[in-house]
């Protein structure tokens, strides 16, 4: 069992920067595949980025890469999401997730734990 906790969300000006953490209590944190989701209002949830347990194969959805960054710190349980140049359209609530399979999925099906969430929001 694996319970996630993010922190880090708010209210930031389009082009700023926002860092995103995930607290990961439980055992074999560092055995896990960690991602990110978004989902805004009224549409589905979507793949932000995603690392595997050693974080040395990471992958990331068209709409995000060369802005985001995924890092993790197995040796602290945690997992991060560093987002510069932000617009208005990242604007979200943003899902750390686990997932014991040893590759990267975009699907939601392929992460069995999930965090509760923190809004982000990027004024125009």
């Known amino acids: 069992q694996v319970r996630l906790v993010e922190s880090g969300g708010g209210l930031v000006q389009a082009g700023g920067s926002l860092r995103l953490s995930c607290a990961a209590s439980?055992?074999?944190?560092?055995?896990?595949?960690m991602g990110w989701f978004r989902q805004a209002p009224g549409k589905e949830r979507e793949f932000v980025g995603g690392?595997?347990?050693?974080?040395?194969?990471?992958r990331y959805a068209d709409s995000v890469k060369g802005r985001f960054t995924i890092s993790r710190d197995n040796a602290k349980n945690t997992v991060s999401l560093q987002m510069n140049s932000l617009k208005p359209e990242d604007t979200a609530v943003y899902y750390c997730?686990?997932?014991?399979?040893?590759?990267?999925?975009?699907?939601?099906?392929?992460?069995?734990?999930w965090g509760q969430g923190t809004q982000v929001t990027v004024s125009s």
């Open positions: 690392l595997i347990w050693s974080g040395d194969s990471t």
């Open positions: 997730a686990a997932a014991r399979l040893p590759i990267v999925t975009t699907t939601t099906g392929g992460y069995n734990y």
């Open positions: 439980g055992r074999a944190f560092s055995s896990y595949t």
